[in-house]
């Protein structure tokens, strides 16, 4: 069983922020990056996979620049067989279908029977990363994944379809699964997996032909005009009485 | 290759008022016709389009239902109407088979879309970026149909219209089936009724581990019930039951007390009927904040401790 799993290196911003000069991107000193954590589910659900089938192969790829390889050498050191980078820019890895390209393309040339990626992202929330490889591969995509079953040939998937419900469903290889949060407990590399991650080579893959097929104009605070909520000012004591009272009010 | 194909879903016999926010929202698209697509048996031969030109239908159950099945009624839609761009809603059932069918296409995509316009170098879309603490504006280019995933609620509700007759769709030829239903699994019942509750005191990741119970306590001494965002579901610091949102319970209060929640969509999703959103955070861009009618910018636990101290 080869599983493919993709992972993304977020980026996070603080409640105030600066722009670049041309204003279409946070200004970098207020851009910290971490591992997009939906997707360590995915990479855990990976690892079991292959723990499962008894053999197997688990290669982790990431689309993004040489600073994003942390998110690879974080997965080489959860116990994934081998890393991947696809060198695309900040400025174009806005777009999902190059990044679905990207991975569509690692997944061909690792020859996966399983891709697996996170929900979605916590910065950009599109949902379409697992849906867009799928649709470059010419395979089927379930989303929201809580629980993956081996049969011959064949997972025996569980994805959750809202309001706590969950439909149960076989699929046939290779496919696409999203996975849920919170699905798993993400294990923690040994040490000796750590050291041996630090040191390990990544492959690095160049883009993909023709580029993004969008372009990000500008970015730009939502409220310009200021806050639409009435603030409730002083001490937390002064709020804390507020919200007593109001809640009393509505709970009688 | 011309005009607007918006996709809506048919759900309880009934077309629901998202399609009139689709509708609305294509008078912000290049000019040419608008067609209202639906997804899911039509509740009658005509339908109030809210102002499309044409509505074709393909016949089956409601998105969400059958996956492949979803995939292929969007291709027989984009192979009968050949639009410049679509329309959908961003919700998890369109979002399953939109970036697939982009990524078949060819087409341009972006999702989570709050504003439309059009513009010399294309359709500008308007999203949400760095976990919705800024906005975005995302050029599709002129010459490159375009999928786009509409934020509900973000585009007003279209004036209501006369009916226009439904074209139905031939169901499409099934290929062999590559996922396959094994059966649905329900909720196991619980013992908290978030859905009926008059007021909810709710906690994000923000309050940390240690203070949930906290806001347990406060709640059960207020006589109200307890939420939750689901990353503290998923981290285990309270019980599935507790779960606000998209794949847990939508809530409907009087009253909703945010603490330490930062405000996700698919959050936001479950507290959209709540008449009156109090939210109270240290970070003032919190998506929470443009929800809330009242806020404090201030550390929720703070809060919480004196609030316990006049319990």
Not at chain 1, 65 to 89: F, H, K, N, T, W
Not at chain 2, 173 to 201: K, M
Request: charged content about 20%.
């Amino acid at each position: 069983m080869r599983v493919v799993v993709c992972v993304k290196q977020a980026r996070v911003v603080p409640g105030h922020v600066e722009l670049t000069a041309d204003g279409r991107a946070v200004a970098e000193d207020f851009v910290e990056r971490q591992v997009n954590e939906p997707d360590l589910f995915a990479v855990e659900e990976a690892i079991r996979v292959r723990e499962r089938s008894g053999e197997g192969h688990v290669t982790a790829v990431t689309v993004g620049d040489e600073a994003s390889e942390a998110v690879l050498r974080q997965c080489l050191a959860m116990g994934v067989d081998r890393a991947v980078r696809v060198a695309v820019d900040d400025a174009a890895s806005h777009d999902p279908l190059l990044v679905g390209r990207a991975l569509a393309d690692v997944a061909r040339s690792e020859d996966a029977d399983l891709v697996v990626a996170g929900v979605q992202s916590t910065d950009s929330a599109q949902q379409a990363t697992g849906p867009a490889v799928a649709g470059f591969l010419g395979v089927p995509c379930v989303p929201s994944v809580t629980q993956v079953g081996a049969l011959p040939g064949a997972l025996r998937v569980t994805r959750e379809v809202g309001g706590g419900r969950a439909e149960v469903v076989d699929v046939d290889l290779p496919v696409v699964l999203t996975v849920q949060t919170g699905v798993n407990e993400p294990r923690y590399g040994t040490f000796k997996d750590m050291m041996k991650a630090k040191k390990a080579e990544i492959a690095v893959v160049g883009p993909p032909e023709g580029g993004a097929r969008t372009a990000v104009r500008r970015v730009f605070r939502p409220r310009a005009d200021g806050p639409s909520f009435e603030p409730i000012e002083g001490t937390a004591a002064a709020v804390a009485e507020q919200l007593v009272a109001l809640v009393r009010a509505e709970a009688s | 290759m011309s005009g607007t194909l918006v996709m809506a879903p048919v759900a309880d016999g009934a077309v629901g008022p998202v399609a009139g926010e689709l509708v609305a929202a294509a008078a912000s698209c290049p000019p040419g016709p608008v067609v209202l697509g639906l997804l899911g048996a039509p509740p009658g031969d005509a339908v109030d389009a809210a102002g499309a030109d044409r509505v074709v239908a393909v016949p089956g159950a409601p998105p969400g239902t059958d996956l492949e099945a979803d995939a292929a009624a969007a291709r027989a839609l984009l192979d009968e109407v050949e639009p410049d761009v679509v329309l959908t809603p961003f919700d998890p059932d369109f979002a399953a088979f939109g970036a697939r069918l982009a990524a078949e296409r060819g087409m341009a995509f972006v999702a989570d879309v709050t504003g439309l316009a059009v513009h010399d170098d294309g359709l500008v879309a308007v999203r949400p970026v760095h976990a919705g603490k800024l906005d975005a504006e995302v050029v599709c280019p002129s010459g490159t149909a375009a999928w786009v995933q509409v934020r509900p609620g973000a585009f007003g509700p279209a004036a209501p219209a006369e009916p226009v007759a439904v074209s139905l769709l031939p169901a499409p030829l099934a290929g062999p089936a590559r996922v396959r239903h094994v059966e649905w699994v329900e909720p196991p019942s619980s013992g908290v009724d978030l859905a009926h509750a008059d007021v909810v005191v709710s906690v994000g990741r923000g309050v940390g581990e240690e203070n949930v119970g906290l806001f347990a306590e406060i709640a059960r001494r207020l006589g109200v019930a307890l939420g939750s965002s689901r990353p503290v579901v998923d981290a285990g610091w309270l019980p599935q039951e507790h779960q606000i949102g998209q794949s847990g319970t939508r809530v409907a209060p009087r009253l909703y007390v945010a603490f330490g929640i930062s405000g996700a969509l698919q959050h936001l999703v479950g507290i959209q009927g709540a008449k009156q959103v109090v939210a109270v955070n240290t970070d003032p861009a919190a998506p929470i904040f443009s929800v809330a009618s009242l806020g404090a910018v201030a550390d929720a636990v703070e809060v919480g401790k004196e609030m316990l101290n006049l319990l």
